[in-house]
């Protein structure tokens, strides 16, 4: 038997047992068919949850990077004897300004990323329950009143 945690291939293998092991008025195959759909979406969600958190960290890194970038060149502009220290104190507040209005604009994003990837994996979920219910419902109905 593979291992159980080597991914949903080990659901095959139990089917193989837990079909030997005959119980009368359950069909084996589709409950096994149904939990390896419901591993199939387990996985299909771990997948978007992992490429959104991965996004996010893209995200995360290139704001950073931006930000170094854009304080480099703040502070050499401020040490730069061009101007007046009146003109670098204005152009530090101005430049402050826009460095507050950039980061409620990346946390904006930021959160829409973990949004929309949440939102991907739950509806994945989600979906695979209402099938799963559906397919419990006809199997009962399949089985009839009394087993």
């Known amino acids: 038997m593979a291992n159980p945690g080597a991914g949903p291939e080990w659901l095959f293998d139990m089917g193989k047992i837990m079909g030997d092991l005959r119980a009368p008025g359950v069909d084996m195959e589709t ?15 771990n997948q978007l949850a992992i490429e959104g958190a991965q996004a996010v960290l893209r995200y995360q890194l290139e704001v950073s990077r931006r930000a170094m970038e854009e304080f480099t060149s703040l502070f050499q502009s401020l040490l730069s004897p061009n101007g007046s220290m009146e003109d670098r104190v204005a152009k530090q507040a101005e430049a402050s300004k826009q460095a507050m209005e950039k980061g409620i604009s990346n946390a904006r994003e930021l959160t829409e990323l973990m949004t929309k990837a949440n939102t991907e994996a739950f509806n994945v979920i989600s979906k695979r329950v209402a099938e799963s219910l559906e397919e419990i419902r006809d199997f009962a109905k399949k089985r009839g009143p009394g087993g």
């Open 31 to 45: 409950v096994v068919a149904i939990q390896r759909k419901n591993m199939e979406a387990l996985t299909q969600a």
